[in-house]
């Protein structure tokens, strides 16, 4: 780990220019945060809490859906 480094609670999977560049072109990566998707993709359309793991669900314009699972901690499994 660097000094200094942040740690997101998920490892540190997704860092940097990395992170960034998901951000930017909204799409999901494994171990991203929840602030990272909804940074990503906005405020979730539905959520749904079972066992301690998040599911966040997203509807397009054209209708069709995608959803992204979070695991106990709050970070992106696929």
Known sequence: ???GERDDGCGNQ????ARRN???SGK???GMTQTDVESALGKPDG??????QVQYRYLNERGSR???SFDERGCVRK
């Open 1 to 3: 780990m660097v000094v």
């Open 28 to 30: 999901v990566q494994q």
């Open 47 to 52: 959520i749904t809490r079972r066992n301690g």
């Open 14 to 17: 997704v860092t940097g220019q």
């Open 22 to 24: 998901a951000i930017i």
């Open 66 to 68: 995608q959803t992204v």
